[in-house]
């Protein structure tokens, strides 16, 4: 691949961690957002495998936002879900000069989930059963893309992530697989659970923008592997 091309996934990166400290339609959210899409699509032109933006119908004529990594034949394979964290879009993961999924003869699609990335900015909240039916919609579209072997569609969460991952596999059946990391397994009402006012502050308002409510529980991660 050209040079540059890890240069545009660095400049992608930098934008990437700048914006999630503004929510919704606050214009510099909007304008980094519109930067990262910029800095995205230089990098997709690069990339030594085809990468597509999808836009996955939602409700209310709301789209959920993806990126779809594809392997250079575009032959018939495997395709991994992944499901970012909660201070995640859908532009972490995978790298494209390192795609663990390509590496492993797999498509992948990134998904902007309720309350992340583009979702954010339309509005679409991390509430109810949104995460799942977020998901199983982009299960759909990948049953009718003839590069998908539609009986081999995983799912992969990490952080957060692995929280609606689970929750997605729970409520789809279609997944052959499901891998969740940093497992986040809490909620109010156990020993050692927290609230999101006793949050770190960061964390608390992230979820409460995801949500669109200032009260709402706060799930959180725990190291311990009794807990």
């Known amino acids: 691949p050209p040079r540059s091309t890890p240069l545009y996934s660095s400049a992608a990166s930098d934008v990437y961690k700048r914006q999630p400290i503004y929510y919704d339609d606050n214009p510099v959210k909007i304008n980094l957002t519109n930067k990262l899409k910029e800095m995205v699509d230089r990098r997709s032109e690069l990339s ?3 990468i597509e933006r999808i836009e996955v119908p939602f409700d209310d004529g709301k789209t959920i936002s993806c990126l779809l990594h594809l392997l250079p034949d575009r032959r018939k394979a495997p395709c991994i879900i992944y499901v970012p964290g909660m201070d995640q879009t859908k532009e972490y993961f995978p790298k494209v000069m390192n795609n663990l999924a390509i590496n492993r003869g797999m498509h992948v699609i990134s998904m902007d989930g309720p309350g992340q990335g583009n979702s954010n900015i339309q509005k679409i909240r991390a509430v109810g059963d ?85 009260n709402i529980c706060l799930l959180y991660t725990s190291d311990s592997p009794d807990e």
């Open 48 to 50: 030594p495998y085809p």
């Open 130 to 214: 949104n995460y799942e039916r977020a998901g199983a919609a982009v299960m759909t579209y990948l049953q009718g893309r003839e590069e998908i072997d539609s009986d081999k569609i995983g799912i992969y969460g990490v952080s957060m992530g692995s929280y609606w991952s689970l929750r997605l596999a729970s409520y789809d059946h279609r997944a052959a697989a499901i891998a969740s990391g940093v497992v986040t397994n809490k909620c109010n009402g156990g020993s050692g659970n927290t609230s999101i006012n006793d949050a770190p502050s960061g964390l608390a308002i992230k979820y409460q923008k995801f949500a669109g409510s200032p």
